[in-house]
């Protein structure tokens, strides 16, 4: 998953196989549920 606001920032318009776009919520949700990996940049 990628946060919508990075990938406009970045100027992401395409996202490979396998990933998808989400917003900050939900990857804080994410985060906090204690999930195995979580990059942030």
Not at 12 to 19: C, N, T
Not at 26 to 41: C, H, N, R
């Amino acid at each position: 998953m990628v946060d919508d606001i990075s990938c406009k920032a970045r100027g992401v318009a395409q996202l490979a196989d396998g990933v998808t776009q989400s917003n900050v919520d939900q990857l804080a949700d994410l985060i906090t549920e204690g999930s195995d990996k979580v990059i942030w940049y």
